[in-house]
């Protein structure tokens, strides 16, 4: 009885075996039992050739332009104009006033000087000497020059050779004058005689 049914064991046993063997065949078994190749090392990069940067041109230095030296505003300075009037000729000879004025730059300056003429008479009048100067420049820009407007009125004591009063004098102008230099702006004759009356003007900015 045991050895019937350890046959029986066995016999089941090959038939598992068959059936397995049908149902995988032996081409699966076979690749089955070949192993796959293993993954290869990653391959490491050749190292990078150095790169030379390209010369860079020299960068020229910035150069600040020289600070110049600060100029005075022109407001803030004073001229001083200086009037020369002669007087040639004439029985009273020759005969030099001189009148001096110092005004800030743009503005106005005066003097008055009148007396009474002596003598007789109801109306003798006065001996008058009245200028009005403005000089004006607008910078220092190396001209040198100033922009004067004057007005003059000048009348002496003086007598013609015949005795009558030498004429009175009114001048009014604006001219441009050099800094510091004297020029003659005006010379008139007396209308009864050979009496002349010459004006000159110095201009000079006082820094």
């Known amino acids: 009885m045991r050895r019937l049914m350890s046959l029986s064991v066995c016999l089941f046993l090959l038939a598992s075996v068959a059936s ?12 089955a039992a ?8 990653p391959q490491t ?12 041109s020299p960068v020229a230095p910035i150069s600040t332009p020289p600070q110049s030296a600060s100029k005075p505003n022109p407001s803030d300075v004073n001229i001083s104009v200086e009037l020369t009037i002669t007087e040639t000729g004439g029985s009273g000879g020759s005969q030099k006033k001189t ?3 110092v005004t800030q730059n743009g503005n106005r300056g005066s003097v008055r000087s009148q007396v009474p003429r002596p003598g007789s008479g109801e109306n003798p009048g006065f001996m008058i000497l009245n200028v009005d100067v403005r000089p004006t420049t607008t910078g220092f820009m190396g ?4 922009n004067l ?7 002496p004591d003086a007598a013609t050779e015949n005795g009558s009063r ?15 230099k004297k020029m003659l702006i005006a010379q008139s004759a007396d209308p009864k005689g050979d009496r002349k009356v010459a004006v000159e003007v110095t201009a000079s900015v006082i820094r």
Do not use: H, K, W
């Not at 397995?20 to 076979?30: K, L, N």
């Not at 407007?149 to 009348?155: E, F």
């Open 20 to 31: 397995a063997q049908e149902a995988y065949p032996a081409s699966a078994i076979a690749q």
């Open 34 to 41: 070949i192993p796959f190749p293993a993954p290869a090392p």
């Open 45 to 56: 990069p050749p190292p990078a050739r150095p790169t030379t940067a390209p010369p860079s």
């Open 99 to 101: 009148v001096l004025l």
């Open 143 to 146: 001209d040198g020059r100033i």
């Open 149 to 155: 407007n004057l007005t003059l009125q000048y009348s």
């Open 166 to 180: 030498v004429a009175d004098l009114t001048e009014s102008m604006t001219v441009v004058v050099n800094d510091g």
